[in-house]
């Protein structure tokens, strides 16, 4: 018994057992089938005359979610001094299960091939081979034939992409528990946004409207959560900004539940 406890006090101290959220009981793999989900974004300018956009580096609208065929990914960066390892995450299939992980050596401004097919991507880092450096030019991960259709967006000096975009895999639903956008580096501003989401061959919905400003970060999370079905694509589309040069991040965290 601890000194200076007593009684009941003690004995609950001592043997009442620590409680765990649901979420780390989900990450601790107690509930097996069902994973956690983070997706982050920015958009480091969004403009008064440039909206809609979506919270990735890439800027303007998200450019990642093609309805065609699976294609062979590439990726490149805009300094030649970019030669490490690109590793990511991306979904082979509109059947596809689960995402896969792949690595390709970059060369610099020339595009490499990666050797693999796939109609989305989740995330990407880079890996310079030093303790030290970071991604030196902005790394670009595209489809080799389709070009317009660009998955992730490296800024330099981050190693890490911030894409806040992601498609539920076959065979799973994903339950959205929480949603958030704010406006970072700037004392005024204010944007209006909503979850987009879009249906395997549907139509795209604009969900959970929210409005976001400097002072006045938003936040949201929507009672049971909100359930998507497999093949939905998801992001956070920005529809109107109260200003220019605008920092803006957000996303959402989902549970992937499978069926």
Same mark, same amino acid.
């Given at each position: 018994?601890?000194? !200076?406890?007593s009684g009941n006090s003690a004995l609950l101290a001592e043997e009442l057992p620590h409680s765990l959220s649901? @979420?780390?009981?989900v990450l601790e793999g107690n509930y /097996? !089938?069902? *994973?956690?989900?983070?997706?982050?974004?920015?958009n480091l300018d969004i403009d008064t005359a440039t909206v809609p956009e979506d919270i990735w580096n890439g800027g303007g609208v998200?450019? !990642?979610?093609?309805t065609g065929a699976a294609? @062979?990914?590439?990726?490149?960066?805009?300094?030649?001094?970019?030669?490490?390892?690109? &590793?990511?995450?991306?979904?082979?299939?509109? &059947?596809?299960?689960s995402y896969s992980t792949a690595t390709v050596t970059l060369n610099g401004t020339t595009a490499v091939s990666t050797g693999v097919t796939g109609v989305r991507m989740h995330t990407?880092? $880079? $890996?310079?081979? &030093?303790? #030290?450096?970071?991604?030196?030019?902005?790394?670009?991960?595209?489809?080799?034939? #389709? #070009?317009?259709?660009?998955?992730?967006?490296? /800024?330099? +000096?981050? *190693?890490? &992409?911030?894409?806040?975009?992601?498609?539920?895999?076959?065979? #799973?639903?994903?339950?959205?528990?929480?949603?958030?956008?704010?406006?970072?580096?700037?004392?005024? +501003?204010?944007?209006?946004?909503?979850?987009?989401?879009?249906?395997?061959? !549907?139509? /795209?919905r604009l969900r959970r409207p929210f409005t976001a400003s400097a002072p006045a970060?938003? @936040? @949201?999370? /929507?009672?049971?959560?909100?359930v998507f079905a497999a093949g939905t694509d998801l992001t956070i589309r920005i529809s109107s900004a109260s200003a220019n040069n605008l920092d803006v991040i957000g996303g959402f965290d989902l549970e992937i539940v499978t069926l």
């Open positions: 018994m601890n000194p !200076g406890v649901h @979420e780390q009981l /097996p !089938g069902r *994973s956690i989900v983070n997706k982050f974004g920015q998200y450019a !990642g979610f093609p294609e @062979e990914f590439e990726v490149f960066s805009s300094s030649a001094s970019d030669t490490g390892v690109l &590793t990511f995450t991306y979904l082979p299939s509109f &059947t596809a299960t990407a880092q $880079y $890996y310079s081979g &030093t303790s #030290t450096t970071f991604n030196l030019g902005t790394l670009t991960v595209r489809h080799k034939i #389709t #070009t317009a259709n660009v998955f992730c967006v490296m /800024p330099i +000096g981050r *190693s890490q &992409t911030n894409t806040g975009a992601y498609t539920v895999p076959f065979g #799973t639903i994903a339950v959205v528990k929480r949603l958030f956008c704010r406006i970072i580096g700037s004392t005024n +501003g204010q944007v209006d946004g909503a979850l987009w989401a879009r249906t395997l061959n !549907g139509s /795209p970060p938003f @936040e @949201e999370r /929507p009672y049971g959560g909100l």
